[in-house]
């Protein structure tokens, strides 16, 4: 069995910081993309930062300069530093992760519970 479990977030004011924190365990041969989506009431959740087992990464326009994801690959963990936050910026966070199974060598796409980050102006 694989999971994603994550950490961090929490309530901070506009202009602060959070980091967020997603380990993966179980199971696992390799991790590919790893990924930070976010979801805010009544809204579709949507992709906020991505990171390739190589490095290389991408943000949504919104978060530019603003949030930073990296990851540890020896660890199999993905971190989302966010500064500079703004109330629009709360939403439930979600881990999302491309892994290959040790059991079988299958390429499944895995989530993590979702943890929430609030941001008050």
């Known amino acids: 069995q694989v999971q994603l479990v994550e950490s961090g977030g929490g309530l901070a004011q506009a202009g602060g910081s959070l980091g967020l924190s997603c380990a993966a365990s179980?199971?696992?041969?390799?991790?590919?993309?790893m990924r930070w989506y976010r979801q805010a009431p009544g809204k579709q959740r949507e992709l906020v930062a991505a990171?390739?087992?190589?490095?290389?990464?991408n943000y949504d326009d919104s978060v530019k300069g603003r949030f930073t994801i990296s990851r540890d690959n020896a660890k199999n963990t993905v971190l989302l530093q966010m500064n500079n936050l703004k109330p629009e910026d709360t939403a439930v966070y979600y881990c999302?992760?491309?892994?290959?199974?040790?059991?079988?060598?299958?390429?499944?796409?895995?989530w993590g519970q979702g943890t929430q980050v609030t941001v008050s102006s």
């Open positions: 999302n992760a491309d892994i290959i199974r040790r059991i079988d060598f299958t390429l499944r796409d895995y």
């Open positions: 179980g199971s696992i041969f390799s991790i590919n993309t």
């Open positions: 990171i390739t087992r190589g490095g290389s990464t």
